[in-house]
């Protein structure tokens, strides 16, 4: 049997990686691989060329709204909705072994994350410094490899830590206690 490429609109470790991981298991499929292809863009340009057989991506969230990447990139595509689902999203704030919170001075994070955590962020860290990432997952993978300075703290999910061996600071930083993100399966 044919293994399906599922490709995704992140990083090994995003929350993009997770729903693909829940559809096939709510599917129960249980021969695929997924590709990390980081963008929407990129996961919509898969599918189109047949290099991947379904795409999964983030549409909206419950606190953050619309995914703004994901609107402008199906806007370029003609391709079916094979799936709407929802996954409970927690973000985690991880920084580099041996930094603590006071030492951090900029947060990273993909956009969505950041205003999932926007009460948090400014009322814990104020005015401090935000930088736009194009996903959580490769974040904390940059920090690690340090392509970003270390002291930045990333927001990502807990899978995160363990995944790129960064410090878990603190657990469950988003907003809204329930935080929802939907996510859809494309095909062609």
């Avoid at 695929?32 to 047949?50: C, D």
């Avoid at 402008?72 to 409970?88: G, L, P, R």
Wanted: hydrophobic content about 35%; aromatic content about 10%.
């Amino acid at each position: 049997m044919k293994k399906l490429k599922i490709g995704v609109s992140g990083n090994v470790g995003s929350f993009s990686e997770e729903a693909a991981n829940y559809y096939c298991h709510n599917n129960n499929i249980k021969n695929y691989e997924i590709q990390y292809l980081i963008s929407v863009k990129n996961t919509m340009e898969a599918l189109k060329k047949g290099e991947i057989d379904k795409g999964i991506f983030p549409i909206e969230n419950s606190n953050g709204g619309i995914v703004h990447e994901a609107i402008y990139a199906m806007s370029e595509y003609v391709f079916d909705i094979e799936n709407i689902f929802e996954i409970d999203v927690k973000h985690c704030l991880l920084a580099k072994p041996g930094t603590k919170a006071n030492d951090i001075k900029k947060i990273a994070s993909h956009p969505q994350a950041l205003k999932q955590c926007r009460m948090y962020l400014k009322k814990k860290w104020g005015n401090l410094q935000l930088q736009e990432y194009s996903d959580t997952a490769d974040a904390a993978k940059d920090l690690r490899e340090g392509k970003i300075p270390p002291d930045t703290g990333v927001i990502a999910c807990k899978k995160c830590a363990k995944l790129y061996e960064l410090n878990l600071l603190e657990e469950g930083i988003q907003d809204l206690k329930f935080n929802f993100t939907t996510f859809i399966t494309a095909t062609m």
